[in-house]
């Protein structure tokens, strides 16, 4: 009816007031015949319907419908009060599911389809709710036995709630495609030390290596750097039975020569995968991770502290 | 103030022994265990504890902070001037501790020249090392004193180089007679670029040919020798009398058996005090008794060893001459401004001096300046070498036109624009034209595997070595050394024990 514009108060007003100065007038006719004025203007003249109107009658109460609508907001899920509604309302959904189809065959847990859930910031994210670890770990616990269900006998309500976990772009998809020589006969690999980086292409041949086109001999001066550039062919007798085309870059003398230490044995292993026992003896195999530890405010360096000073 | 005395014990409470006139300031008084006014029997108290300081204060003397003076130890006297550089300098040849090595056989005319001794290592001659020594062939570092006696690889290379001996000598099959060879001889650090010029100074004292060395090309360029202009020359050159004295002195002390067996055939007016049946040695001989004429005798001597027949009248006892051998070792250094200063105080270009024009004229009119054949031998240096950069576009254009490079062709290399290259090296480089035969590139590699393992056989027969050698040992001496480099092959074979050792955990 009354549309709420500040026109329609107006009116509303005004109704009242003529109502109170002269002979009593139904206020909904007045609304009825509503029609757009001036707030100044003067109602026009009362019109020719001033029987007495009796106000309609507020409908009977009906009490069917009196339970369905609370004298207050009940909220939607039990859990509201909760710290993490959303994240129990998941657990809890996930223990019925377990509870309904517990009876159903299982397979080992190395043989269930393997399945990455969501780490615990992006499960955090997803809920958006701060879950402890132990917690989501416990949900991971319900997750991983719901997925151990024998995979041809999984419900389709189970299969639809597990894939709410999954994490997007499904990592375990990929397939990791294992590197071998090329059809010329070279075996590439990379290395990394300290902020050098090798790229080494390995032929069979005669024992013959470019660093960066240079002579090894040019490229490292200290027969120690040499020695343990190629570390890896030399522990294995293989240096006279090899080529390599090797490009370095970055970081210092011994980081670049200890970088062609791993990229060498890494290729090596591409020709001859036997080996890797006898590498990974020799220390070839395994990666350095160390890097250089970054400067810290407040220190002369990454951990010494200044000199104490009295006053 | 309060009384010393403590009323209920009647103990002194403050025991100045000494007058209080004499007390030191108040601020220095040891402080008593108990404030003055207390009065518990300060004599059962612990006696205070006197500072060391404070006790040591005497009054007569200063109060700053006191040093011991440092000892001056008595220290050697240093070295006498010189001596250093002569420790520096010194030459050992021999090392009596290692062992004499069996059935070495020596370098010699047959044995320079036969395939079959490649990789072996070839004794110098014994009488040959004073000769060698005079023309500066070894340098200090090269490891002679390692070894018993000196001795050198038979490598490829050197074979090469004793077949054009032989054949610029004039005997063997294909002889060429009066032919000179010019080679520029370039190389990795250690690669033997000096040793090789040192083997043909062997060699060619083997042949009896006349051996001219500048054992060090920066000598005559750093400033160190005396230089004076010429005159009427522009634009104005300048000689070197004491390096070319220096020159002949050691060109007679080593070819004294050729020199002397040679007579002068050439009128020269320059030199009046020559008489005319003197030999060649008594014509260098008066370059190194008096520098002031060491130019004129230089080119009085060249002009004789080159002559190809006596001057009328003079053909009494004229012999042929032998062919010469030049060499030149870190050539680089005659390839940008000399330290010299002009009389205006700009650089003298090191082309200006005459003595290095004379040797670098060689490159351009080798065959035209030594009719009697010869052998022209530059070597580039990697231990004290200036960087020139168009002495590497030089020898990278000298490279291409080996390599069937057309100069006129795009990929022919040529120095960068605004790069500021010398146009006088380049002009140096530029190909020969008319009869003259083109000068090379010789780029030494490193030692094949079989002429690495002869060569570090004679380490081991030296007794410096104390591993097998077998094939797998030396490939990998021959892998680590960079491809045979035998200056690091060197080192290798000299390392009592060569880092840690293979495992033998295969199989």
Redesign the interface.
């Known amino acids: 009816m009354a549309r709420p514009t500040s026109n329609g108060l107006v009116q509303a007003f005004q109704a009242l007031r003529l109502h109170s100065s002269s002979t009593s007038r139904p206020v909904t006719r007045c609304l009825a015949r509503q029609t757009r004025t001036y707030a100044t203007e003067v109602e026009g003249q009362p019109s020719a319907l001033e029987t007495q109107e009796q106000a309609p009658a507020a409908p009977e109460i009906d009490f069917t419908n009196f339970a369905r609508r609370p004298a207050r907001i009940v909220p939607a899920s039990p859990s509201y009060f909760s710290g993490s509604p959303r994240f129990i309302d998941h657990v809890l959904q996930l223990e019925q599911l377990q509870a309904k189809y517990a009876s159903l065959p299982t397979v080992a847990a190395g043989d269930a389809p393997r399945m990455a859930w969501f780490k615990l910031a992006q499960f955090r994210d997803y809920v958006g709710e701060p879950v402890p670890m132990k917690k989501y770990k416990s949900l991971v616990k319900i997750l991983q036995r719901l997925n151990r269900i024998q995979p041809e006998m999984v419900p389709g309500e189970v299969r639809n709630t597990l894939e709410e976990f999954l994490r997007p772009g499904n990592p375990y998809a990929v397939q990791h495609v294992p590197r071998t020589v090329d059809e010329n006969g070279r075996a590439r690999a990379k290395g990394k030390r300290k902020e050098s980086t090798a790229v080494v292409q390995l032929v069979e041949g005669e024992?013959?290596?470019l660093v960066n086109g240079k002579?090894?001999?040019?490229a490292f001066q200290r027969?120690?750097d040499?020695?343990s550039a190629?570390w890896a062919?030399?522990?294995?007798?293989r240096?006279?039975k090899y080529n390599a085309w090797i490009t370095v870059r970055g970081g210092g003398v011994t980081g670049q020569a200890e970088a062609i230490t791993l990229a060498i044995g890494r290729a090596l292993l591409l020709h001859e995968p036997a080996l890797k026992p006898?590498l990974r003896?020799?220390g070839v195999i395994t990666v350095d991770a160390r890097r250089v530890e970054r400067k810290k405010p407040g220190h002369v360096k990454a951990r010494k502290m200044p000199t104490w000073v009295k006053r | 103030m309060a009384s010393s005395w403590c009323w209920s014990c009647l103990s002194r409470l403050r025991a100045p022994s000494t007058p209080r006139a004499i007390l030191p300031p108040q601020s220095i008084t040891p402080r008593l265990t108990t404030a003055s006014f207390h009065s518990s029997a300060v004599q059962y108290a612990n006696p205070t504890k006197k500072k060391g300081a404070l006790v040591a204060v005497k009054y007569r003397q200063g109060q700053t902070l006191r040093r011991k003076k440092k000892k001056t130890t008595e220290r050697a006297r240093p070295p006498a001037v010189g001596e250093r550089k002569a420790l520096r300098k010194r030459i050992v040849l021999s090392n009596p501790n290692a062992l004499e090595v069996e059935g070495m056989q020596d370098l010699s005319s047959e044995t320079m020249i036969d395939a079959r001794l490649r990789g072996s290592v070839l004794g110098l001659p014994v009488p040959m090392l004073d000769q060698l020594r005079a023309v500066q062939a070894f340098k200090p570092k090269q490891g002679w004193s390692i070894f018993r006696r000196p001795a050198t690889v038979l490598r490829r290379d050197t074979l090469e180089m004793a077949r054009l001996f032989e054949k610029i000598s004039g005997e063997g099959d294909a002889a060429e007679k009066g032919k000179v060879v010019k080679k520029i001889i370039t190389g990795l650090k250690g690669s033997g670029k000096t040793v090789h010029l040192l083997q043909a100074m062997a060699m060619g004292f083997l042949k009896k040919w006349v051996v001219v060395t500048v054992p060090d090309a920066r000598e005559l360029v750093s400033g160190d020798t005396s230089y004076s202009p010429i005159e009427g020359t522009n634009p104005p050159q300048y000689v070197q009398p004491n390096a070319v004295s220096a020159l002949l002195m050691r060109t007679v002390e080593a070819n004294r058996q050729v020199l002397s067996g040679l007579k002068v055939s050439q009128k020269h007016t320059g030199l009046p005090s020559l008489k005319p049946s003197s030999t060649l040695e008594d014509l260098a001989k008066l370059g190194f008794q008096d520098a002031a004429v060491a130019w004129p005798v230089f080119q009085a001597l060249w002009t004789e060893l080159t002559a190809t027949a006596a001057a009328p009248g003079m053909e009494k006892d004229f012999k042929a001459r032998p062919p010469m051998l030049v060499t030149v070792d870190g050539i680089a250094h005659w390839m940008k401004e000399s330290a010299y200063r002009a009389s205006d105080f700009t650089p003298v270009h090191a082309h200006d001096l005459v003595f290095v024009k004379h040797f670098l004229s060689l490159l351009q009119n080798g065959q035209a300046s030594l009719k009697n054949g010869g052998m022209v031998l530059y070597a580039t240096s990697t231990s004290n070498n200036p960087s020139i950069y168009t002495l590497e576009v030089a020898l990278d254009q000298l490279a291409a036109r080996q390599a069937g490079t057309s100069p006129s062709s795009p990929e022919y290399p040529s120095p960068e624009a605004y790069s500021g290259a010398d146009a006088r090296v380049l002009d140096l480089f530029k190909p020969t034209t008319g009869k003259e035969p083109q000068f090379e590139l010789q780029t030494l590699g490193g030692l094949t595997r079989d002429e690495a393992r002869g060569y570090l056989e004679y380490f081991a027969r030296s007794g410096l070595l104390r591993e097998e050698v077998n094939e797998t040992w030396v490939g990998e001496k021959w892998s680590l050394s960079g491809g045979g480099i035998i200056g690091e092959l060197e080192k290798l074979g000299r390392h009592v024990r060569t880092a840690a050792q293979t495992t033998p955990v295969l199989n």
């Not at chain 1, 062919?233 to 007798?237: A, D, E, H, S």
């Open positions: 024992g013959e290596v002579s090894l001999v040019e027969v120690h040499r020695e190629l062919l030399r522990c294995t007798q240096l006279d006898v003896k020799a």
